[in-house]
């Protein structure tokens, strides 16, 4: 039973970590297209909230609280919750990370829908990679789970935070450019 769990778990991983890249991506073009003059400005809009809250609904929510089931399920089949091992409760810390950013998202497509644009597309872009950071020290921690070297692991995902911030710069540069 445990491995059917964990496969149902890990389709949807991947089904909400790419609702939550695209609607982010959405989020960008969406407030990209504020820029635009009129008619396109409200036309691209009026595509731009239905296509963010279909994704939201039919794909990207459903799959997080099935994520989220079949993790619980996963603890309990494994018994877990008698040892709790460190590499668990980290990535569990983790996933309400992922949760927070779930959340943040949806209130961020309700504040576009009603014509409210707070973030640029620069700062959408780099939001768009906290949930790639977070995904990497998710999967990290489940494959090298007490054989990780917090030092390193540490190390490395500031090295990796760092290089994808830089290359959301320099991208901006090049966007400008043209």
Known sequence: ???????????????????????????????EAQEKP??????????????ERKLWWIITTPSMYL???AGALMIHLHKWYMIWPGWLIIKLLFVVGLLVYHF????KMKQ????????????LRLWNELA?????????????????NWIFGVV?????????MMAVKIYKRFREKR
């Open 1 to 31: 039973m445990y491995q059917y769990v964990l496969a149902i778990h890990i389709i949807f991983v991947v089904c909400w970590m790419a609702g939550l890249f695209y609607m982010v991506r959405l989020f960008i073009y969406h407030t």
């Open 38 to 51: 009129e008619p396109a400005r409200t036309i691209l809009s009026e595509q731009f909230e239905v296509m």
């Open 67 to 69: 994520v989220v089931i």
């Open 104 to 107: 943040i998202c949806q209130n």
């Open 112 to 123: 576009m829908a009603r014509g409210k644009f707070t973030w640029t597309s620069t700062q």
């Open 132 to 148: 790639t950071i977070i995904l990497f020290a998710i999967v990290f921690l489940v494959v090298l789970k007490s054989a990780l």
């Open 156 to 164: 490395g995902i500031i090295a990796f935070s760092i290089i994808l």
